[in-house]
C-alpha cells in the first residue's frame, strides 16, 4: 500500500509508510491543540495528551445526490459508510450490521409530559445485542481489521461486552472483555454467551479502565485491539450514526432538542459532531439546536459540575441501579459541558426512583421496555419540562440506548402480577378485574 502523508496543524508532514484504508478518514487530530497524526491504534496526543479524533476528507459536490446515494444504501448504519472510518466495502464483510433502528413518534407519552411540539424517542434496543454499543463496535472492529489485531477487548459496564463478544464470533476474532465484578446478571450472561473470554474485576468501571489502560502496554496485550482504548478515535465515530439517522427519520431535519444519556459522554459528543457534519455536507438546514445530557443522581459527576458552572469534572465514586451509566470520572465530561452550553442547553439527572417510575411510564405509554439508561433519559426529560427548562412545544427526541430484558433487577421488586386467583369466573369476579 502506498505511503500515505498527513499534514499537521504547524505545516510539517508526517509520512505514515503503514496507510490503511479507512475510507474518508484522513488522520487523526487532537481535540485540545489540533496536532494531527497518520491513522493508527493511538488514542492520546503525543504533543498535549489530548483526546485523538477521526478527521475526514468528506464528500463534496451536490448533498441531493449524496442524499440519494445514502438513501439507496442498506437498512443498516452503512448507510452512512461515506462518512465513516471504514472501507467501501464494508458491507461485504462478516458483521453483525447494526443500526437504522425506529424512530418511534411518542404520541401516548407526550400526552402524558404535556409535550406538544412532537416526541420522538430513538429505541436502539433493536440493534443485535440491544444496545447502541454495536454500532460503536462495528467501527472498531474494522479498524481492528485494518491495524492487524488479533484479539478484540474492551473495559464494559455490560452493554459493550456483549457487543463486543457478539462482533467478534461473526468476524473471526478472539474476545477477551473485562468488566466489573457487580454488573446485572442479564449482562454477565450475555456478554459470556458468545463463547470469548470474560473476566471480572473487582472494583469500579473505573477500575476495570485503569487495568486495561494498564494491559495495553504489557506484551500481555500485543495483539489485542480495544475498542474503547486503543481503537477510541475510530469506536466512537459509531454513534454519529445516531445523528444521521435521526434527521434521515425526520426527513432530513435536525430535531430542536435531543436528550442524550452520559456515561463516558462520547456519546452526546459524537452525535453533536455528526449533526455539524451533516450541516457542512448540506445535507440537512444549518439551524438552531439544544442537546441536554442526562444522568443518574448517584453518578451525575457532568451534571454536578453543569450545575455549579464548573468546567472541570470532579470524579465520583458510582452508587446508582444505572450500571449502564455508572461511569464516575467520564474522559468526555468536559466537551459535553461545552456542547450543551453552547447549544442552550443543560445537565442534568435523576434518582433511582425516578428512573424507575420513567422505566414503567415508557413502557406503559408506547410499549419500549427501556433499560436503566433509558430510564433515565425520560425521567430527565420529564424533570427538565417540569422544570421550564427543555421547551414542550418543540421537536423533542430522546434516546433509549438499551433494552430492559437486561436490568430486570431494577423494575422487578415493584412489578408483578396484578393478581393472582384460582381458575374460575368467580374468582375473577372478586378480584375486581371484570
Not at 18 to 25: H, R
Not at 118 to 125: A, N, R, V
Not at 261 to 273: E, F, M, N, R, Y
Not at 305 to 311: E, I, L, P, R, T
Request: with cysteine; aromatic share 6%; charged share 20%.
Amino acid at each position: 500500500m502506498a505511503a500515505q502523508t498527513v499534514a499537521t496543524n504547524d505545516t510539517t508532514a508526517v509520512d505514515n509508510d503503514n496507510a490503511v484504508d479507512l475510507g474518508p478518514a484522513s488522520a487523526l487530530s487532537c481535540r485540545e491543540c489540533g496536532e494531527r497524526f497518520p491513522l493508527g491504534p493511538i488514542f492520546a496526543c503525543e504533543i498535549c495528551f489530548g483526546p485523538l479524533e477521526v478527521a475526514y476528507d468528506l464528500p463534496t459536490g451536490d448533498p441531493e445526490a449524496l442524499r440519494k446515494q445514502i438513501e439507496a444504501g442498506p437498512d443498516n448504519l452503512w448507510r452512512y459508510a461515506p462518512l465513516l472510518p471504514v472501507p467501501a466495502d464494508v458491507a461485504t464483510k462478516p458483521n453483525l450490521n447494526p443500526g437504522w433502528t425506529k424512530l418511534v413518534k411518542a404520541d401516548n407519552l407526550a400526552r402524558e409530559l404535556g409535550v406538544t411540539g412532537g416526541l420522538f424517542i430513538k429505541d436502539d434496543s433493536g440493534n443485535p445485542t440491544h444496545s447502541f454499543k454495536d454500532r460503536v463496535v462495528a467501527q472498531a472492529i474494522e479498524a481492528a481489521r485494518a491495524f492487524g489485531f488479533t484479539t478484540l477487548s474492551c473495559s464494559s459496564t455490560g452493554n459493550l461486552a456483549g457487543a463486543v463478544g457478539a462482533a467478534a464470533a461473526r468476524a473471526g476474532f478472539r474476545s477477551c472483555v473485562f468488566i466489573p465484578h457487580d454488573l446485572e446478571q442479564g449482562k454477565v450472561v450475555m456478554a459470556a454467551v458468545y463463547g470469548g473470554e470474560l473476566v471480572g474485576i473487582e472494583g469500579t468501571y473505573d477500575d476495570v479502565n485503569r487495568f486495561c489502560s494498564e494491559l495495553i502496554g504489557d506484551p500481555l496485550g500485543e495483539g489485542w485491539g480495544f475498542v474503547n482504548v486503543n481503537l477510541r478515535p475510530y469506536y466512537g465515530e459509531g454513534s454519529k450514526t445516531l445523528a444521521y439517522e435521526i434527521c434521515e427519520q425526520l426527513g432530513w431535519q435536525i430535531p430542536d432538542q435531543l436528550v442524550i444519556p452520559i456515561a463516558s459522554g462520547s456519546q452526546l459528543t459524537k452525535i453533536d459532531k455528526g449533526l455539524q457534519e451533516l450541516i457542512k455536507l448540506g445535507l440537512v438546514e444549518d439551524k438552531p439546536y439544544k442537546i441536554f445530557g442526562a444522568q443518574a443522581e448517584g453518578c451525575s459527576p457532568v451534571s454536578a459540575a453543569f450545575k455549579a458552572g464548573h468546567d472541570v469534572v470532579k470524579p465520583q465514586k458510582p452508587d446508582t441501579i444505572a450500571k449502564s451509566l455508572a461511569i464516575g470520572n467520564p474522559a468526555d465530561g468536559p466537551y459535553v459541558l461545552d456542547i450543551a452550553r453552547r447549544t442552550g442547553g443543560a445537565v442534568e439527572d435523576v434518582n433511582d426512583e425516578q428512573i424507575v417510575d420513567a422505566i414503567k411510564l415508557l413502557a406503559r405509554t408506547e410499549g419500549i421496555f427501556a433499560e436503566t439508561a433509558g430510564g433515565v433519559t425520560v425521567g430527565v426529560t420529564r424533570k427538565l419540562i417540569e422544570n421550564g427548562v427543555l421547551d414542550p412545544s418543540l421537536t423533542t427526541v430522546v434516546l433509549n440506548t438499551g433494552d430492559g430484558l437486561k436490568t430486570l433487577d431494577a423494575v422487578a421488586p415493584t412489578t408483578g402480577p396484578t393478581a393472582t386467583i384460582r381458575p374460575n369466573l368467580d374468582a375473577f369476579r372478586e378480584a375486581g378485574l371484570a
